[in-house]
Structure formats: C-alpha cells, structure tokens
C-alpha cells in the first residue's frame, strides 16, 4: 500500500533533476571544454594573430608582445598606458607632441579653457604713426609782422569813413594788435585787390561784419605788463 507523500516532499521532488538532463548537462560542459582547449590561443589578447606566426615577422611579434603587456598593465591597476621607448629623447618628444594636440582641441571646445589665455583674443588693429598726431601750437608763442601796407588796406575795408592811419602811422598802431588779431588782418586784407580796396568809393560792410565776427568768438587775450 502506497502511502501519499506530503506537499513539501512533492515539490522537491520536481526539482530533483532526471538522469537525463544531467547527462545532457555534463555532454554541454565536455563540448565547451574541448572547444575552449582546441582555441585557447585565441582567447587570450594577440592570440588572434598565432596563427599567422612568422619568425621574420618582428611587427608580428611585437603586436603580440604590447598584448600582453597591455594585460599586465590592467591587472597590475594603472590607469593609463605607459609610454616605451627606445630612448629618453623620443618619449619627451612624443609628450611635448601631446601636450601641443591636447591644447589644440582645448581650443575647440568651449566648455574647456586653456591655461593661458592671452589678453586680448580679438583683432587689434595697428596704431597709426606718431607723425600723423597733430601738436597744437600756443598762436601767441610766435611774433607775427604784419606789413603797414597790408594794415592800411584792411583798414580801409573794415571801416569806412575818410580817417584812415598811413604807411608811416601804421606801425604804431600795429603794435596793440596780438598775434592771432594780426594774422586775421592780414587773412582779410587779401580777400580784396589793392585796386578796389584804395577806392573812395567803394566801400563794402561785409568786411566789417566779418572782423566784428572775429571780435565775438576769439577767445580773450592773455595781456604781459611789465612794470
């Protein structure tokens, strides 16, 4: 008489593989050992190259070698891939070349900036020559000769009337005159010919206004008295 099991043992026994499957099991583990044993060159890093191994071919030899050193490097911890080289010479030219490359595209990115940045990254244009800078020259620095006919002449242009100083009398008068008021007059005094300008009868107030203009907007004159 078969007695029913309980339903923790009935579960179990679901679970409890078949000779079957553990056979099944076993000839998957047999496969991938002999599969992974008849390719294990290619499983390791530069074993994918062996079979094409050539002992003339130092290339060949020397892909596999940075391989495994490669495999060395990552197992040991380093975070970068360290430089070898014959001499000391081409390491320091490689690192000032990379260090060039590194700040060219620095240059590109616009969320990094370099080190040194110059002070002005916009075009600055030439300044222009010192000649072409114009030096104000003070009007009353130099002494300006007015000649007595060229005053006698505006004279007569300016103001109307019969008195009019002459060639002698002219130098006299001159003397009150500052130097910007006697190179007006003698400006003034060549707007006219002679020929019109020692006529009685022509007299013109346009010349008059304009040394009245003269008056009104220079500036005042600075006066040296000598005691």
Wanted: glycine share 4%.
């Amino acid at each position: 008489m078969h007695l029913p099991l309980p339903v923790t043992l009935q579960n179990m026994k679901a679970w409890i593989p078949s000779h079957n499957s553990v056979q099944t099991v076993h000839s998957l583990v047999r496969a991938f050992l002999s599969l992974w044993l008849y390719n294990w060159p290619f499983a390791l890093p530069g074993g994918v190259v062996l079979g094409n191994y050539n002992p003339m071919n130092l290339g060949l030899i020397t892909r596999i070698c940075s391989g495994f050193g490669h495999t060395r490097d990552c197992t040991h911890g380093t975070g970068y891939t360290r430089y070898r080289s014959a001499t000391q010479e081409e390491e320091e030219e490689y690192w000032k070349a990379s260090k060039r490359l590194g700040q060219a595209f620095q240059s590109w990115d616009g969320c990094e900036a370099a080190k040194n940045i110059p002070v002005v990254r916009y075009f600055t244009p030439k300044l222009l020559p010192i000649y072409r800078e114009k030096e104000e020259d003070d009007p009353e620095a130099t002494e300006v000769y007015l000649h007595p006919k060229a005053y006698c002449k505006w004279h007569r242009m300016v103001f109307p009337g019969p008195m009019h100083p002459t060639i002698r009398e002219a130098p006299e008068q001159i003397k009150y005159y500052s130097s910007r008021d006697r190179r007006e007059i003698h400006r003034i005094s060549r707007l006219l010919p002679d020929s019109r300008a020692f006529r009685r009868e022509s007299r013109n107030m346009a010349y008059a206004k304009m040394w009245k203009n003269w008056l009104d907007t220079k500036c005042p004159d600075v006066a040296v008295v000598f005691e």
